[in-house]
């Protein structure tokens, strides 16, 4: 080639276009490198149309030619019709600068985050169209945003009157009517039910009734219009507190010591002198028929006797039990399983047929079915048999839509831009056999995978998986990629005969082995890499066994309210391959709901992390666990607050002349990440919530141990969507003690991960 030459290029410098071309005179052509770099131009952003093409020239050489059509130049940035939302905000969202190239895209993504300001202020139908008006000059344009923000409109305000104890914000709470907000025009809210607002003051009333006010007083809501703004006045009267007072128990004399009033007590919440609640007495009687349901006792009454001491503003409250007979289970009947064959549903149950009856276990076998996520809706149920003290069980299922497909792109805070195609089948013919076929594809990652499990292996209680993969991960210095299978096989404590071990129960645990042979590789490396990361060049084969424990009591596959979740294994490679090393790893969370909002649910507490400690033959020291294994805290797996792989332990990098260029990320042997977060409801409906969180992580080479002293803290909040495609993260992190050379994150994105 004799030059590259760039045609159609009036404002962008033909300089500026070349840097971009790897393609260089002198150079035979190269087919393959030419349409690379035509992708690279395009890729500037700056061009409406780009080509590439050869020109023939004196001498038997060319000329390799970039044509280009630039876009316009835009002269003005000019709004009309706004008067909703602050000029200097919706001029930051559009990101449109005078004296830029028009970018159709950058424009697109700059209407969507101003359509988002508009709706934050109660204006869900604006619309915004972008006007191109040719100036006088050659390629140049004024763009014109023309604004239609559309009505606001719904219930503006719910006053009360005569709530001296109770705040209006608590009593709105109740409600089910709701005051227009800023994202009525996503979630419904804002609007006036006539019907929903009837029963309205029956909600307010049991709310009070919850507070200990049970001499309450709520009148039918009184509605005032004015133009497009509704007003709702509920006039209270509270009356006074009371408190529980004596509390006592009768009719359950006949079973013994293991129905005494000590063993009872224990059972229960309410507590003499404490503020009386109508939820606590429906919580305590469902305990009392767990209680004796627990001993055979299936039909087992509990009613609380109530009576009210004005003078003392007390309820003194006896809860009279009629346990009835103790009964057997006599047949488990499943129904509305139009997929999923009868043996699926009844695996899952802790109850078997002519054994004594257990309502714990009749419960933990709703939840089993659950955790399944095969059905929409489980209900368990029992009614009595024609054999005298006898039960059937009535399971009643509605199938779930378990195979999804879906394919697309996005960004990921992580992994920046990301393209998916993921099939998954959780429920295979019915069988209960989980097939899922991944891949994702980004700018700096890849991960595709192909896995099966199987929860009942040839119809016994191994649970098997099988997975077949292939990840890499870019990182500044250097890529690592694997590709390998695994195996993992796990069985039950409680088919062994273990029900718990010093005390700590064994349900829903199991423990096994996993079996991993990769070929793991680290290429790509940077001229400036650190030395140890030279070390680890090249391919490896790993070959490895893994003892572990797994316990799951989540109460839900995906949106968890309570349970807990633990993973322990020991990691044991060297049984052929090129590597040897140990590596033990306790993952877990734990939650917990610890106070009920009215009409929106449960907040709830939720504690998590894990902890890795390895010892292997890589690295400078000798002691590490091999590169691709490593670990890279930060990012949305935590430490919240600060940015994926800046954290860890570091190497030196110098320059030819031994001068310090910068301290580099090397990935650690050991780790330690802490999650606490409290989960709380914003409308439940659409499974929208919100989320607080305080992190705590840092990896460490071998040689440092575990270092609770150099922990990174990260704090923030974030929403949590469980979506109809998926389950939608997003998080603000604010590292609190950020060190040298680490990064903090910002805004973090996750999609298709668990919540």
């Given at each position: 080639m004799r030059e590259v030459l760039v045609e159609g290029a009036t404002r962008v410098d033909p300089q500026a276009v070349r840097v971009h071309v790897d393609s260089q005179p002198g150079q035979p052509f190269d087919p393959k490198r030419a349409d690379a770099d035509l992708r690279a131009v395009w890729g500037m952003g700056f061009f409406e149309d780009a080509a590439v093409e050869l020109r023939p020239v004196a001498g038997g050489q060319v000329d390799l030619v970039f044509r280009v059509s630039e876009r316009p130049l835009v002269k003005a940035v000019k709004i009309k019709g706004n008067d909703e939302v602050k000029e200097k905000e919706l001029d930051a969202a559009l990101a449109v600068?005078?004296?830029?190239?028009?970018?159709?895209?950058?424009?697109?993504?700059?209407?969507?985050?101003?359509?988002?300001?508009?709706?934050?202020?109660?204006?869900?139908?604006?619309?915004?169209?972008?006007?191109?008006?040719?100036?006088?000059?050659?390629?140049?344009?004024?763009l014109v945003y023309q604004v239609e923000p559309g009505p606001e409109v719904g219930v503006c305000e719910i006053e009360f009157t005569g709530n001296d104890n109770l705040s209006g914000r608590e009593l709105r709470g109740a409600m089910e009517t709701k005051e227009k907000w800023f994202l009525s025009w996503l979630l419904g809210g804002g609007t006036l039910d006539k019907e929903v607002m009837a029963t309205d003051a029956e909600r307010v009333t049991a709310y009070y009734y919850d507070q200990g006010?049970?001499?309450?007083?709520?009148?039918?809501?009184?509605?005032?219009?004015?133009?497009?703004?509704?007003?709702?006045?509920?006039?209270?009267?509270?009356?006074?507190?009371?408190?529980?007072?004596?509390?006592?128990?009768?009719?359950?004399?006949?079973?013994?010591?293991?129905?005494?009033?000590?063993?009872?007590?224990?059972?229960?919440?309410?507590?003499?002198?404490?503020?009386?609640?109508?939820?606590?007495?429906?919580?305590?009687?469902?305990?009392?028929?767990?209680?004796?349901?627990?001993?055979?006792?299936?039909?087992?009454?509990?009613?609380?006797?109530?009576?009210?001491?004005?003078?003392?503003?007390?309820?003194?409250?006896?809860?009279?039990?009629?346990?009835?007979?103790?009964?057997?289970?006599?047949?488990?009947?499943?129904?509305?399983?139009?997929?999923?064959?009868?043996?699926?549903?009844?695996?899952?149950?802790?109850?078997?047929?002519?054994?004594?009856?257990?309502?714990?276990?009749?419960?933990?076998?709703?939840?089993?079915?659950?955790?399944?996520?095969?059905?929409?809706?489980?209900?368990?149920?029992?009614r009595k048999s024609d054999v005298a003290?006898?039960?059937?069980?009535?399971?009643?299922?509605?199938?779930?839509?378990?195979?999804?497909?879906?394919?697309?792109?996005?960004?990921?805070?992580?992994?920046?831009?990301?393209?998916?195609?993921?099939?998954?089948?959780?429920?295979?013919?019915?069988?209960?056999?989980?097939?899922?076929?991944?891949?994702?594809?980004?700018?700096?990652?890849?991960?595709?995978?192909?896995?099966?499990?199987?929860?009942?292996?040839?119809?016994?209680?191994?649970?098997?998986?099988?997975?077949?993969?292939?990840?890499?991960?870019?990182?500044?210095?250097?890529t690592r990629e694997a590709t390998g299978i695994s195996l993992r096989a796990l069985y039950p404590f409680e088919q062994v005969g273990l029900g718990d071990i010093f005390g700590l129960p064994l349900e829903e645990t199991m423990f096994g082995l996993e079996y991993r042979f990769e070929q793991a590789s680290v290429y790509d490396l940077a001229l400036n890499a650190p030395a140890s990361i030279y070390a680890e060049r090249g391919s490896t084969f790993i070959s490895s066994v893994a003892p572990g424990i797994l316990r799951n009591t989540l109460n839900h596959a995906f949106d968890p309210t309570d349970g807990s979740f633990q993973d322990l294994s020991v990691e044991l490679a060297g049984l052929g391959g090129d590597t040897k090393f140990v590596l033990a790893e306790l993952r877990g969370r734990w939650y917990w709901p610890f106070y009920n909002i009215p009409t929106l649910g449960p907040i709830v507490g939720s504690v998590g992390g894990g902890v890795a400690w390895g010892r292997g033959?890589?690295?400078?020291?000798?002691?590490?666990?091999?590169?691709?294994?490593?670990?890279?805290?930060?990012?949305?797996?935590?430490?919240?607050?600060?940015?994926?792989?800046?954290?860890?332990?570091?190497?030196?990098?110098?320059?030819?002349?031994?001068?310090?260029?910068?301290?580099?990320?090397?990935?650690?042997?050991?780790?330690?990440?802490?999650?606490?977060?409290?989960?709380?409801?914003?409308?439940?409906?659409?499974?929208?919530?919100?989320?607080?969180?305080?992190?705590?992580?840092?990896?460490?080479?071998?040689?440092?141990?575990?270092?609770?002293?150099?922990?990174?803290?990260?704090?923030?909040?974030?929403?949590?969507?469980?979506s109809p495609m998926g389950p939608l993260r997003i998080e603000y992190g604010i590292p609190l003690n950020l060190g040298p050379e680490e990064e903090s994150s910002g805004i973090l994105f996750s999609f298709g991960a668990p919540l």
């Open positions: 600068r005078p004296g830029t190239i028009y970018d159709p895209e950058r424009a697109r993504r700059g209407i969507r985050a101003a359509t988002t300001l508009f709706e934050k202020e109660g204006y869900p139908d604006v619309k915004i169209t972008p006007v191109l008006e040719p100036t006088d000059v050659p390629g140049e344009v004024d006010f049970v001499n309450v007083r709520v009148d039918e809501p009184e509605v005032k219009r004015d133009e497009d703004c509704i007003q709702i006045i509920v006039h209270v009267t509270e009356g006074e507190k009371y408190a529980f007072g004596k509390i006592a128990f009768s009719g359950a004399e006949a079973l013994g010591e293991a129905a005494s009033a000590k063993s009872l007590e224990k059972a229960i919440e309410a507590q003499t002198g404490e503020t009386f609640r109508s939820s606590t007495l429906r919580e305590d009687v469902e305990s009392l028929t767990d209680v004796l349901g627990d001993r055979g006792y299936a039909f087992a009454n509990v009613s609380p006797d109530t009576f009210i001491d004005v003078a003392k503003k007390q309820v003194d409250v006896t809860f009279r039990m009629d346990p009835g007979n103790p009964v057997r289970i006599g047949r488990i009947e499943v129904t509305g399983n139009t997929k999923t064959r009868d043996k699926v549903v009844r695996r899952e149950m802790k109850v078997s047929e002519q054994e004594q009856f257990s309502a714990t276990r009749l419960r933990r076998s709703r939840d089993a079915l659950q955790r399944l996520g095969f059905f929409q809706d489980v209900n368990v149920t029992t003290d006898e039960i059937n069980v009535l399971v009643d299922v509605k199938e779930a839509s378990t195979g999804t497909f879906s394919a697309g792109a996005g960004f990921s805070s992580d992994n920046r831009f990301l393209f998916n195609v993921r099939v998954v089948e959780n429920n295979f013919l019915g069988r209960g056999l989980r097939v899922a076929a991944n891949a994702d594809v980004g700018s700096i990652m890849r991960n595709v995978y192909l896995s099966a499990t199987d929860p009942y292996f040839l119809d016994t209680y191994f649970m098997t998986t099988a997975t077949l993969f292939n990840y890499a991960l870019e990182f500044p210095d250097f033959q890589n690295g400078i020291s000798g002691k590490e666990i091999p590169l691709i294994d490593r670990f890279f805290p930060g990012g949305i797996s935590g430490p919240r607050g600060y940015e994926v792989r800046t954290l860890g332990p570091r190497e030196k990098v110098f320059d030819p002349r031994g001068l310090l260029i910068r301290d580099e990320p090397i990935g650690g042997t050991n780790q330690l990440v802490m999650q606490n977060e409290i989960i709380f409801p914003l409308v439940p409906q659409v499974g929208l919530r919100g989320v607080v969180f305080f992190d705590m992580g840092n990896a460490w080479l071998q040689s440092q141990g575990i270092d609770v002293g150099d922990l990174r803290y990260g704090a923030g909040a974030g929403l949590r969507w469980l």
